[in-house]
C-alpha cells in the first residue's frame, strides 16, 4: 500500500489508498513507526502534485472537487501521523525539516500554512527550538521559503483568543537564538531578519496590544543580551520595524516608549561602528514613540548630543519634520548644524537647503499661500542667521544658477528665512530672473510659477513690474499649462482690476481654446481669472438680468467633488448653461466667444473619471449641436474627437518627477483616460446620429485609423503572445505562465471601434459616406473577430441591403452565445434543408462564413466547444462556397504565396 501510494500519486484511487493508510496509522500505532517517515514522504509528494489542481483562495471556504477531497485528507493524514508519532518526528527532527521544507516554499499558501501549522506543534515540544531555527534560515533561497518559515515561527507562538502561546516567551527567545546564532553569512543574515520581521507582521495582526507589548519587551531583552554587535543591529531592526507596523502600540506606546529610548542609546553608546545604521532607525522609532509630551524631553536631548558624532545628522532630523513640536524643538538643532555649513567656505549642503525647501512646502504649501493673506513665520528666524545671509546671496545670482531644482528650493525657502517685518534681499534679483525666463524659448512654466508665488507672498504689488503685454505674449506661448495659467492668475489678483470687459474678451480670446482639457485644475485656473470680471449681462424682456456671469457658474460647477453630492451640484450650475438659455449669462460683447468656451466645458466632463456625469452631459451638449449651426458646433467637437486620438497615440516617456513640479503640478487629479473620453465622444455622438452623420466625412478617417493602427496592431500582438505563451508551456512543466496585462491594449481598441460601429449603425444612409469601400472592407473583417461580431453585423445592416436584411435576426442569433444552438439548428445551409433562398445565397453565404470562420479561430472555451457544429454547417456547403471559405481563412498568407510562386 505504501508503494502504491509513492509511486503511482496519480493514480484514480488516490482518495481510498489515503483513507486506507489513515486506517493504518491509527490501528497499528507503535508498530506503524518504521512507516512514518517513507508515508509522512509520500504524502507530502502527493499533496504538491495533488495542489497543481486546486486553487484554493486565501480566506474562502474552499471547493467541492474530488482534488479538494483528497487534499483534506492528505492534510488530516500527516496531522494524525504528527500526534500520533511526535517523538519519532522529534527524534529525527533535521529529516523531518527536510521533508516539510518542500511545502513550506511551496507557490500555494495553503500548503505552506499547513506545514506551518502542522510542524508548529512538533516545534512547541523541542526543548532546543534554536537548533531547528538555526537550521531553517541557513536552507532559505526563495522568497517563498521565507514565507513558510516565518509563517512556521508565528504559528509556534501563537495561542487562542488573540493570546500568546504559554510557552510564547521562551519559545521566541529561542527562536531569535537560533536564527542569529545560525546565521552563516551576510545573505543569510539578511534573510533573518527578513524573517522575523514577516513574523511580527503577522504577530501584530492577531495579538492584542498586550501581547505585543510582551513580545516587545523579549525582543528588547534579547538585544541587550546580545554579545555580537551585528545580532544587537539586527534586533533593533526587528524592534524598529515591529513598532512602526503595529497602530495598537502607536494608538499607546507609554510602557514602551522610555525602555527603548534607553535601549536605543545604550546599543548606539557600546557599539560605536553602527552608530549611522542605528542611527537610520531614529525617524521611524521617534514618529511612532516619542511624539507625545512626556517622553519628548529625554528624547530631544538624545538628539542634540547625537547630532554631533553622525555623519549624517542633516538627513535623521529630515526623517523627524513629521513630529508634532518639530518647529520649537527641532529646529534649533537644525539651525546650529545649518549656521556651522553655510558660515563654512563650501556653504549650505544640498541636503540642508532640501529639508529647508521640505519644511518650508510642508507647514506653508504654496497653494495656501496663493489664497493670499499675510506672511507670518512659523520658527525662530533669528536662529537661522547664517542660512539667511546665504540664501539671500545666492538669490542676488539666480540667473547664473543652472540646478532647476535647487533655484526652486531657494525660491521656496527665500520668504519665509526673513521675519514678517523684514524685507528679504534679492527681489530685485528675482524680479530679473522671471522676465528672463519667460522670454525663453523653453518656458519651465512651473518654475516661473514658484517665483512669482514668492513675490506674490512677499508683497503682491511686485508682480506689477511684469508688464501686461509680457503676461499675455507668455501666455500666448504656454497656454495649455496650468502652471502658466495660475501666474496669470495670480498677477490679475495682485492689479486687483477685473472691470474692462474688453480685457476680458482679449483673456477670452486667449485661454478659450485651453478649456478644452482633460485636467480640471487647468479649467478652475482659467475660470478664475475670468469669473471676477464685472460684465454687462443682457436684460430679458421684464428687464431683469442675471446676477452672476457664465463664467462664475462653470467656475462653482468645476469645484464639486466627485461625489454623489457634488454631481448633482455640477449637473445643476452645467443644466443652466445648456442651449439656448446661456445666453443670458454672458454678455453680447463676447457671445460667439463665450458660446465656444461654454461647449469646450461640457464636452470636458466627458474626461472626468465619473461615470454618472457622462450621460447627463449627452443631453446639455445636445443642446448645442441643435442649437449651434453645425459648422460652429463640429468646429469644437471635431477638435475633441481629434484630441483624443492624439493624446492616446502619444507617446508619454515615463521620467522621474522633480521636487518642484510635485508641489505646483496638481498630483492629486486622477489621470485622464483618453480611451474612456473617446468611447464618450462617439457614445455622445450616438445620441444624434443625425448630426454625426453631417460630418462623417471627419469621423471615418478616426475611425478607419482605430481599426488600422490600433485594432490590427493589438491583433498581431495577441497572436504572437499566444504562440509565445505555447513555447513556454511546452518548456515548463507546470505549465504557469504570467499574463500580466497584456490585454490592455486589445481592449482598448475593442472599446473604441465598437463604440465608434455602434454610431455608424444608427446612420439614415450609410452607403453615402465618404470612404465607403474602405470602411466595408473592414466591416468583412471584423466579422472573422467574435468580440467585433456583433458590432460589424450591426453596420453591415445599416447598408439597408434587401438580399440581407430577412436574415437579421438569423445572424444575429448565431452570434449570441445563448441562441447559437438553437439557431445553429434552425439556420441550415445544406442543399436538403437550407432556410436561404437560392437568389439570396451568393450575399448571405460569404456573412455567414465569415461569423463560422470567427468563431473557429477563437480559442475561448465557449467557443471551442461550438467547433463540431461549425465545421457540420461548413460540410453543409457547396464545393464553391468552400473554396470561398478557404479563400478567407488563407487570405492572409496569399500575399507570401504569390511571392513564392514568381520566385
Known amino acids: ?130 537548533k531547528l531555527a538555526s537550521l531553517a534560515v541557513n536552507n532559505v533561497d526563495e522568497e517563498k521559503l521565507e514565507d513558510g518559515i516565518s509563517l512556521l515561527f508565528f504559528y509556534t507562538l501563537r495561542g487562542t483568543n488573540k493570546q500568546l502561546h504559554s510557552r510564547a516567551t521562551h519559545k521566541l527567545e529561542q527562536i531569535l537564538q537560533g536564527i542569529f546564532d545560525g546565521s552563516s553569512n551576510e545573505k543569510v543574515h539578511d534573510a533573518s531578519i527578513r524573517i522575523m520581521m514577516k513574523t511580527m507582521d503577522s504577530l501584530i495582526g492577531f495579538a492584542l496590544p498586550k501581547e505585543l507589548m510582551r513580545t516587545i519587551t523579549i525582543e528588547l531583552d534579547f538585544a541587550s543580551s546580545c554579545e555580537k554587535e551585528r545580532e544587537k543591529l539586527a534586533m533593533w531592526k526587528v524592534i524598529s520595524h515591529t513598532v512602526d507596523k503595529s497602530r495598537k502600540i502607536k494608538e499607546d506606546p507609554s510602557d514602551i516608549a522610555l525602555p527603548i529610548l534607553n535601549g536605543l542609546k545604550d546599543a548606539m553608546e557600546k557599539d560605536k561602528e553602527n552608530t549611522n545604521e542605528y542611527a537610520q532607525l531614529i525617524p521611524q522609532l521617534a514618529l511612532s514613540l516619542w511624539n507625545d509630551s512626556s517622553i519628548s524631553a529625554p528624547f530631544i536631548s538624545f538628539v542634540s548630543s547625537l547630532m554631533e558624532w553622525i555623519d549624517n545628522p542633516i538627513e535623521i532630523l529630515g526623517g523627524l519634520r513629521q513630529m508634532e513640536r518639530f518647529e520649537m524643538q ?5 539651525a546650529k548644524l545649518a549656521n556651522r555649513q553655510a558660515s563654512s567656505s563650501i556653504g549650505l549642503s544640498s541636503c540642508a537647503l532640501s529639508l529647508y525647501a521640505d519644511i518650508c512646502e510642508e507647514k506653508r504649501p504654496l497653494t495656501e499661500s496663493w489664497m493670499g493673506g499675510e506672511r507670518t513665520a512659523f520658527f525662530n528666524t533669528s536662529d537661522h542667521t547664517d542660512v539667511k545671509k546665504w540664501i539671500c546671496s545666492r538669490m542676488s545670482s539666480l540667473s547664473s544658477e543652472k540646478d532647476k531644482e535647487v533655484i526652486a528650493q531657494l525660491l521656496v525657502v527665500w520668504p519665509w528665512i526673513h521675519s514678517s517685518v523684514e524685507t528679504p534681499n534679492g527681489i530685485d534679483s528675482v524680479q530679473s530672473w522671471i522676465a528672463t525666463e519667460m522670454d525663453k524659448d523653453e518656458v519651465d512654466s512651473q518654475l516661473i510659477l514658484i517665483g512669482i508665488t514668492s513675490l506674490f507672498i512677499i508683497d503682491p504689488s511686485l508682480l506689477m513690474s511684469i508688464k501686461k503685454e509680457k503676461m499675455f505674449q507668455f501666455i500666448r506661448n504656454n497656454s495649455s499649462s496650468d502652471a502658466s495659467i495660475r501666474v496669470l492668475w495670480l498677477w490679475l489678483r495682485a492689479r486687483d482690476e477685473w472691470k474692462d470687459e474688453r480685457e476680458a474678451e482679449e483673456l477670452c480670446t486667449l485661454l478659450g481654446e485651453c478649456l478644452l482639457c482633460g485636467r480640471s485644475s487647468v479649467r478652475k485656473a482659467i475660470l478664475e481669472c475670468l ?47 445648456s442651449f439656448p438659455y446661456h445666453k443670458k449669462f454672458v454678455p453680447e460683447s463676447i457671445l460667439e466667444i463665450a458660446e465656444r468656451m461654454i461647449l469646450r466645458v461640457h464636452i470636458s466632463q466627458l474626461m472626468e473619471r465619473f461615470t454618472p ?32 486620438g492624439d493624446d492616446i497615440r502619444r507617446e508619454r516617456e515615463e521620467s522621474a518627477q522633480s521636487w518642484y513640479s510635485n508641489i505646483v503640478n496638481f498630483a492629486h487629479e486622477l489621470k485622464i483616460d483618453s480611451i474612456s473620453f473617446r468611447v464618450q465622444i462617439f457614445r455622445l455622438l ?55 496585462g497584456k490585454r490592455l491594449g486589445k481592449k482598448a481598441a475593442l472599446q473604441s471601434l465598437t463604440a465608434g460601429l455602434e454610431l455608424y449603425s444608427k446612420f439614415s444612409n450609410l452607403k453615402s459616406i465618404s470612404g465607403g469601400k474602405q470602411f466595408r472592407e473592414m466591416i468583412a473583417e471584423l466579422l472573422l473577430s467574435v468580440e467585433m461580431q456583433v458590432p460589424a453585423l450591426s453596420c453591415l445592416f445599416a447598408y439597408r441591403n434587401k438580399t440581407l436584411l430577412p436574415y437579421k435576426e438569423n445572424l444575429e442569433r448565431l452570434c449570441g452565445e445563448k441562441t447559437f444552438r438553437d439557431e445553429m439548428a434552425l439556420f441550415t445551409v445544406d442543399e436538403e434543408n437550407c432556410v436561404i433562398e437560392e437568389v439570396h445565397r451568393p450575399q448571405v453565404i460569404p ?57
Not at 468645476?558 to 448653461?577: F, N
Request: with cysteine; hydrophobic share 40%.
Open 847 to 903: 456573412i455567414f462564413l465569415r461569423i463560422v470562420l470567427g468563431m473557429l479561430k477563437s480559442k475561448q472555451p465557449v467557443h471551442v466547444q461550438k467547433r463540431g457544429a461549425l465545421m457540420g454547417a461548413i460540410a453543409g456547403c457547396r464545393p464553391e462556397e468552400i473554396s470561398t471559405f478557404l479563400s478567407i481563412l488563407f487570405a492572409p498568407v496569399m500575399p507570401m504565396i504569390d511571392m513564392t510562386g514568381k520566385k
Open 531 to 577: 469669473s471676477p470680471f464685472q460684465f454687462t449681462l443682457p436684460v430679458d424682456h421684464q428687464g431683469n438680468k442675471e446676477s452672476e456671469s457664465a463664467f462664475s457658474i462653470l467656475l462653482s460647477a468645476e469645484r464639486e467633488e466627485h461625489d454623489l453630492g457634488g454631481y448633482r451640484k455640477r449637473v445643476m450650475y452645467l443644466r443652466k448653461l
Open 613 to 644: 456625469l457622462w450621460k447627463e452631459m449627452y443631453e446639455i451638449v445636445g443642446s448645442f449641436a441643435r442649437g449651434q449651426s453645425i459648422d460652429e458646433f463640429w468646429l469644437i467637437m471635431g477638435r475633441a474627437l481629434n484630441m483624443a
Open 330 to 334: 527641532l529646529m534649533p538643532v537644525l
Open 1 to 130: 500500500m505504501k508503494s502504491e501510494i509513492k509511486w503511482n500519486s496519480n493514480t484514480s484511487s488516490r482518495l481510498a489508498l489515503v483513507e486506507i493508510l489513515m486506517g493504518a496509522i491509527r490501528d497499528y500505532r507503535e508498530s506503524f513507526e518504521d512507516y512514518v517517515y517513507p508515508s509522512l514522504e509520500a504524502l507530502i509528494r502527493m499533496a504538491e502534485r495533488n495542489s497543481e489542481g486546486v486553487h484554493i483562495k486565501r480566506g474562502s471556504a474552499g471547493d467541492s472537487s474530488e482534488e479538494v477531497h483528497i487534499l483534506e485528507a492528505i492534510f488530516l493524514a500527516i496531522t494524525l501521523i504528527n500526534r500520533l508519532h511526535s517523538d519519532v518526528l522529534l527524534k529525527n527532527y533535521k529529516k523531518t525539516y527536510s521533508l516539510f521544507l518542500t511545502l513550506l516554499g511551496a507557490s500555494h499558501y495553503h500548503l505552506r500554512r499547513f506545514a506551518s501549522e502542522s510542524l508548529s506543534v512538533l516545534l512547541r515540544k523541542m526543548s532546543k527550538l534554536e
Open 686 to 740: 450616438s445620441e444624434m446620429p443625425d448630426v454625426a452623420e453631417k460630418r462623417a466625412r471627419l469621423i471615418t478617417p478616426i475611425i478607419m485609423n482605430i481599426y488600422q493602427h490600433d485594432w490590427l496592431r493589438e491583433e498581431e500582438k495577441v497572436v504572437e503572445e499566444e504562440e509565445k505563451e505555447e513555447e513556454e508551456k511546452e518548456d515548463n512543466e507546470e505549465g504557469v505562465v504570467s499574463k500580466g
